[in-house]
């Protein structure tokens, strides 16, 4: 079975400052891991994914996150943080086995951006 | 323009009373996936579509229900509502299962009372 934890339910910044959204994962198999972000009121929509290729995987926005094995974690960066980026984010998993069907969400880190 | 539409957006229910919330994709998508979102529980996967006819369980599927008659619908069907189904429901369809993006509806609120 596959789950996803991320540490943090709630996460503060000033406008300019690093922003750093931390996500680990446990799973029987190699997995695929995903970063969704959520604006108010809309649906999700995906900021980076890695799928066993390089291990740092850029995403849109000036977001990136980094796959590390040894610690199964995926934490998500950026390098300055923007109002717009103001948010809730979703870290996900699924299995690259046979069937990549089923998707575990964690329960999510809402980003707060201070002026 | 590609999209995922549900149908309702919002709906008021009492309990017992069965209804459907309609999903529609229109990027010939082979996988579709009904979430339910839960306030400090993230989303959680109800059940999962592979193709026409080819459906199975998630995380929670207790109490609903779906079919995949065509490839871009998937209903999703509350046989008989209770008030701890009141949630914030997501559709999302992908080109191949969950390897590939998810691209995500509206959302539909239902409050079951």
């Known amino acids: 079975a596959q789950s996803v934890t991320q540490l943090g339910s709630h996460v503060s910044v000033s406008e300019g400052a690093l922003v750093l959204l931390r996500c680990n994962y446990s799973s029987s198999v190699p997995p695929y891991l995903f970063w969704y972000v959520q604006y108010p009121n809309q649906g999700l929509q995906l900021l980076l994914k890695y799928t066993s290729a390089a291990t740092l995987v850029k995403g849109i926005n000036g977001f990136e996150a980094e796959f590390k094995k040894s610690e199964t974690s995926f934490h998500l960066t950026k390098p300055s943080a923007h109002m717009s980026d103001a948010a809730e984010y979703f870290c996900a998993v699924s299995d690259s086995g046979g069937s990549n069907y089923k998707l575990t969400f964690g329960k999510g880190t809402l980003l707060t951006v201070n002026p | 323009e590609a999209q995922v539409t549900q149908n309702p957006r919002y709906l008021i229910t009492v309990t017992g009373k069965k209804l459907t919330v309609t999903c529609s994709q229109n990027?010939?998508?082979?996988?579709m996936s009904w979430y339910r979102q839960d306030p400090g529980l993230g989303l959680r996967q109800i059940y999962y579509s592979m193709n026409v006819e080819v459906t199975d369980k998630g995380d929670v599927p207790e109490g609903y229900k779906v079919s995949r008659k065509e490839k871009r619908n998937f209903p999703l069907i509350l046989e008989s509502p209770s008030p701890n189904q009141t949630s914030l429901y997501f559709c999302?369809?992908?080109?191949?299962?969950?390897?590939?993006?998810?691209?995500f509806g509206p959302g539909t609120r239902l409050t079951v009372t």
């Open positions: 999302a369809s992908s080109l191949s299962g969950t390897s590939a993006e998810q691209y």
């Open positions: 990027m010939n998508h082979e996988y």
